[in-house]
């Protein structure tokens, strides 16, 4: 039986995406060879595959480290971050996904791949939704409705989003972090 598999292993799969086993079981049927019938999780886009493996196939197992952290500030394009943990600080560059709805004091996890004992960052898990203040958008005139639906706000992050027409500076959206698209209206 083939005992490198187990639920909650990293491995590499279909153009070095990492996916972690979220289910296994070895299957021997009455005719043929044995194989092992996994469920993988990409860990980055979440989406689910179901993978058969020869009972001979060796997985290389991928070693992924998570870790929480905290946003503290932004200094041009690069972003300042401490592990709430340990305290230590690193500093991330704006081209990772979802990284413009950062806001300040906000916690949310960062996932590592361990490479010969350096960390690369593989991506940054912000939460689903996030509330964020607008702090500049065109006022509209009274009828000026009918061919405009949405107009440009400007959060507080400095992140440009589409909010409707009826959105005033100085409001409170709630924004889905992974379309990029306005939820509904917050009153704080």
Known sequence: MYTNIKKGLYILHNNNDIYKIIDFLHVKPGKGYAFIRTKLKNIMTGHILEINFSAKHKIKK?????????????????????????????????????????????????????????????????????????????????GDTINKANKIAILETKTKLLVPTFINSGEYIKINTDSKSYIERVRK
Do not use: A, W
């Not at 592990?83 to 916690?107: A, V």
């Not at 361990?114 to 964020?132: A, C």
């Open 62 to 142: 991928e070693k992924i480290e998570i870790e929480s952290y905290r946003y503290l500030y932004r200094c041009q394009n690069l972003y300042y971050f401490m592990n709430i943990k340990n305290y230590d600080q690193i500093q991330i560059e704006k081209n990772y996904k979802n990284i413009e709805f950062l806001k300040e004091g906000i916690e949310f996890t960062i996932f590592f791949h361990v490479k010969n004992n350096n960390k690369i960052i593989l991506f940054i898990k912000n939460n689903p939704t996030v509330i964020l203040k607008v702090k500049y958008t065109e006022s509209v005139k009274k």
